[in-house]
């Protein structure tokens, strides 16, 4: 009678560890994917944030200094954004379009024709600033990168 009891015992602690163990798990399951949506969030908010410096970039007068500022503007926001939920969708990614535009800023002949597109970039990054995810403004900063001469 004693192992039968005994193998009750251990069966019994056995059976306890495993539903504990599976509560448990499916608990840090659930707190992993708050906390992982949380971060998506904030890393969204801080890819507008940057998009917004953009912005600010492009609508001051443009000297030597402010255009370099542009230029890590861009980049700031090009390493930002293959971390958002807004690389989805059709068409170019935002990674790829900011980094092209970052590449086009650094080659020195289409500076100028950067500096003659400022009022629309600067209208352009401020509306992608507030709806990142809106299709046509993408399409948009496409035709203006399209638009530069190729490095």
């Not at 980049?75 to 980094?99: H, K, P, V, W």
């Not at 009022?119 to 995810?133: D, I, Y």
Request: aromatic content about 10%; overall charge negative; glycine content about 4%.
């Amino acid at each position: 009678m004693r192992k039968l009891s005994y193998k009750s015992v251990l069966l019994s602690i056995v059976t306890v560890w495993a539903v504990a163990s599976s509560i448990y798990l499916v608990y840090s399951k659930d707190n992993n994917q708050e906390r992982y949506n949380t971060l998506q969030e904030e890393t969204n908010k801080t890819f507008q944030r940057q998009m917004g410096q953009v912005s600010e970039c492009f609508g001051v007068q443009m000297d030597d200094s402010a255009y370099t500022k542009c230029i890590a503007a861009v980049s700031a926001a090009d390493s930002i954004s293959r971390l958002t939920t807004y690389e989805q969708g059709q068409g170019e990614t935002f990674d790829f379009l900011l980094n092209k535009l970052y590449i086009e800023m650094l080659v020195p002949d289409n500076k100028s024709t950067i500096i003659n597109h400022q009022e629309q970039l600067f209208s352009l990054f401020g509306r992608l600033t507030q709806n990142p995810a809106d299709s046509q403004l993408k399409q948009e900063l496409e035709e203006i990168v399209e638009g530069l001469k190729i490095s």
